[in-house]
């Protein structure tokens, strides 16, 4: 710890996927703010080209899938900077195909990322924050990680953990002092439909090409045409930690406003619908 960097850095962020995209956005918000960054991806020359030689930036190759090298990359950033206050697990993949489309390769390469990566990279951090009794770990979700959708069903899968393993990490570290926070992005101008960040299942069932089908036209024609300001989504992430009493859930977007009002509503009313069934399978008090 001997060459640790003690210039008066508002926070420290260690943000996975940075080299481009909503992670380099984020970073570059969170740098703009006067905050340390570690900017943590595949590519770190891309990293490096992209911020040049900023204050408080520390490119670190990682690939959040070798758990390891989470580690290395953590230790990295106690020996520059002493600690990690905020954790933003960003990196991940989409895949677009029904269900059964998607070939098992696939969806498992997706779930190492998106999935297992975070946790990876989360069980390297938890215990600086935890000896620190602080800390803000954000696990970028989406709009399909609170409402599935035919063409996304495996993607949606993946953030459904996510938010998953959120409301139990919420939960735990809470009385640590530990913030977590979930957000769901709706549809922003980003790459996330390009080939880079979005896997198109070669298998076409025509069965399922007014649902599935439907859903990869319409990807089609939305790319890079998306509703959100990713910019805007970034600087949100800087409001989002400088919050006292920061959210469990953030919904970005007012598209992913819509789908949660939308879903909250079906299952408002299902649950109505069959309410008498529900109650009948307890024992009798």
Not at 136 to 146: Q, T
Request: charge should be negative; include cysteine.
């Amino acid at each position: 710890m001997a060459n640790v960097q003690h210039q008066d850095f508002k926070r420290v962020w260690f943000i996975t996927g940075a080299s481009r995209g909503i992670g380099a956005l984020i970073a570059e918000a969170a740098l703009a703010d006067g905050n340390a960054v570690v900017a943590a991806g595949r590519q770190v020359r891309t990293i490096a080209e992209r911020f040049g030689n900023a204050p408080g930036l520390l490119p670190v190759a990682l690939d959040v899938t070798d758990e390891a090298q989470a580690r290395i990359a953590v230790q990295a950033t106690l020996d520059r900077f002493g600690r990690i206050d905020v954790l933003v697990n960003n990196a991940g993949f989409g895949l677009l195909g029904a269900v059964e489309e998607s070939a098992d390769e696939d969806v498992r390469r997706m779930y190492d990322t998106n999935v297992f990566g975070l946790l990876n990279v989360t069980r390297a951090v938890l215990p600086v924050m935890r000896a620190n009794r602080s800390g803000h770990v954000i696990n970028i979700s989406s709009i399909g990680g609170y409402q599935s959708a035919a063409g996304f069903g495996v993607y949606c899968s993946t953030k459904f953990a996510v938010e998953g393993i959120s409301e139990a990490l919420h939960t735990e570290l809470a009385p640590l002092g530990v913030h977590v926070s979930v957000v769901e992005p709706g549809y922003f101008r980003t790459d996330f439909l390009d080939a880079s960040s979005l896997v198109v299942a070669p298998r076409i069932i025509e069965d399922y090409d007014e649902t599935s089908g439907a859903v990869r036209r319409k990807a089609a024609q939305l790319n890079h045409k998306q509703p959100g300001n990713p910019v805007k989504l970034a600087d949100a992430m800087v409001t989002l930690v400088d919050a006292a009493a920061p959210p469990l859930r953030l919904a970005l977007g007012t598209d992913t406003l819509a789908a949660i009002a939308a879903k909250n509503a079906y299952v408002t009313q299902e649950t109505q619908t069959w309410r008498a069934l529900s109650a009948s399978t307890d024992f009798p008090a």
